[in-house]
């Protein structure tokens, strides 16, 4: 009753931002990631009659807060979709800052629906994982998948339709580039969930965001089947200001920017005017994502670094969530 899963975390090059249903977690809008290789969560779950409740540790510490319920929710519904009535002990290790806006959410979901499926002892479609993954976070339906991956946000109420999908594999193009620069590696103050509700309540321009997504996403299918980065990279920066817009007109104001996410705009600009490929990308926080070619990540990752920032992970397309049998006890 035992299994261990890997997952990576993934980016949004269209992103997700807004629920019409919070329980389900079904979003207003549909979008599309790139699986990151190297960044990356291993869950560990083992279902047993020793447990008298759920327990989980993270990175080595027992976590009972709100993150802590949130896992033993995820594995509630893990056991009510399989008909199973066991309790759980969960061990769970990124290799990344988590909570910083680095999408841990995704990987850290993606690896404990699967890992709890196979440790229950049940077998489910890659579609059905999504589902599961979804409704512990939005994000985390794409980090099922390797490659490319778009999320459909579906119309049904129950949701059966909202799943994510590969749209191209990881080896379509391998010279593709994540350049994740960490800016900060503090927890942040307010977490997506909290940051899209106050937005779709209170932002004048929420509406606004969605009459784009289409087109976007359009956009960013073809320019990945092309391989074109410039218009890659250009959906995908401009889609992500568009999304920030929406958080910085909202009620209150939410700011997830530092100085230095700011200066790495700046510097992402001045690389492309001095004739290099190189565009931004933000999520919930601070952190700055440059997307480019492998033939220029190198000094792209020194130029970041000049700025002073903590680090720099480069990352390219990566893999789907997979089975290991090194189980973390
Ligand atoms: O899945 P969550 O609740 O971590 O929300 C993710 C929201 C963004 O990262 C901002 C966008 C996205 O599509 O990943």
Same mark, same amino acid.
């Given at each position: 009753m035992k299994a261990t899963c890997i997952a990576n975390s993934n980016i949004a090059l269209v992103k997700y931002w807004g629920k019409r249903n919070e329980k389900l977690i079904l979003p207003c809008?549909?979008? *599309?990631? &790139?699986?990151?290789?190297?960044? %990356?969560?291993?869950?560990?779950? %083992?279902? +047993?009659?020793?447990?008298?409740?759920?327990? #989980? #540790? $993270?990175n080595g510490k027992k976590t009972e807060d709100k993150q802590g319920q949130k896992v033993s929710n995820h594995l509630a519904l893990a056991r009510k979709t399989l008909g199973?009535?066991? #309790?759980?002990? &969960?061990?769970?290790?990124?290799? $990344?800052?988590?909570?910083?806006?680095?999408?841990?959410?995704?990987? +850290? $979901?993606?690896?404990?629906? &699967?890992?709890?499926?196979n440790a229950l002892g049940s077998k489910l479609s890659q579609k059905e994982l999504s589902i599961l993954a979804r409704q512990g976070s939005g994000s985390a339906s794409r980090s099922i998948f390797g490659g490319f991956a778009e999320w459909k946000k579906g119309v049904k109420k129950n949701g059966s339709d909202s799943y994510a999908f590969q749209l191209f594999p990881k080896e379509h193009w391998p010279e593709f580039r994540v350049i994740v620069c960490i800016v900060e590696s503090t927890e942040k103050k307010i977490k997506s969930r909290q940051g899209m509700e106050q937005t779709v309540k209170t932002s004048p321009f929420y509406k606004d965001w969605l009459l784009t997504i289409e087109k976007d996403l359009n956009l960013a299918r073809n320019a990945i089947r092309q391989k074109n980065m410039e218009l890659l990279g250009m959906t995908a920066e401009v889609n992500s200001l568009k999304m920030h817009a929406t958080m910085l007109t909202a009620k209150p104001a939410i700011v997830y920017w530092q100085p230095?996410?700011? %200066?790495? *705009?700046?510097?992402?600009?001045?690389?492309? %005017?001095?004739?290099?490929?190189?565009?931004?990308?933000?999520?919930?926080?601070?952190? &700055?994502? *440059?997307?480019?070619?492998?033939?220029?990540?190198?000094?792209?990752?020194?130029?970041?670094?000049?700025? +002073? *920032?903590?680090?720099?992970?480069?990352?390219?397309p990566g893999d789907a969530a997979r089975i290991t049998e090194k189980h973390l006890f």
């Amino acid at each position: 009753m035992k299994a261990t899963c890997i997952a990576n975390s993934n980016i949004a090059l269209v992103k997700y931002w807004g629920k019409r249903n919070e329980k389900l977690i079904l979003p207003c809008n549909s979008s *599309i990631s &790139v699986t990151l290789d190297g960044l %990356e969560t291993t869950t560990t779950v %083992e279902f +047993g009659e020793k447990y008298k409740k759920d327990e #989980f #540790f $993270f990175n080595g510490k027992k976590t009972e807060d709100k993150q802590g319920q949130k896992v033993s929710n995820h594995l509630a519904l893990a056991r009510k979709t399989l008909g199973k009535k066991l #309790f759980a002990r &969960v061990q769970s290790q990124s290799n $990344f800052p988590v909570a910083a806006g680095l999408a841990s959410s995704a990987s +850290g $979901f993606a690896s404990l629906t &699967v890992a709890a499926v196979n440790a229950l002892g049940s077998k489910l479609s890659q579609k059905e994982l999504s589902i599961l993954a979804r409704q512990g976070s939005g994000s985390a339906s794409r980090s099922i998948f390797g490659g490319f991956a778009e999320w459909k946000k579906g119309v049904k109420k129950n949701g059966s339709d909202s799943y994510a999908f590969q749209l191209f594999p990881k080896e379509h193009w391998p010279e593709f580039r994540v350049i994740v620069c960490i800016v900060e590696s503090t927890e942040k103050k307010i977490k997506s969930r909290q940051g899209m509700e106050q937005t779709v309540k209170t932002s004048p321009f929420y509406k606004d965001w969605l009459l784009t997504i289409e087109k976007d996403l359009n956009l960013a299918r073809n320019a990945i089947r092309q391989k074109n980065m410039e218009l890659l990279g250009m959906t995908a920066e401009v889609n992500s200001l568009k999304m920030h817009a929406t958080m910085l007109t909202a009620k209150p104001a939410i700011v997830y920017w530092q100085p230095k996410t700011v %200066e790495l *705009i700046h510097l992402v600009e001045q690389i492309r %005017e001095n004739g290099m490929q190189a565009y931004h990308t933000m999520d919930a926080g601070p952190q &700055v994502k *440059i997307m480019c070619l492998e033939k220029d990540a190198q000094k792209i990752k020194k130029l970041a670094m000049e700025t +002073g *920032i903590q680090k720099t992970i480069e990352a390219r397309p990566g893999d789907a969530a997979r089975i290991t049998e090194k189980h973390l006890f």
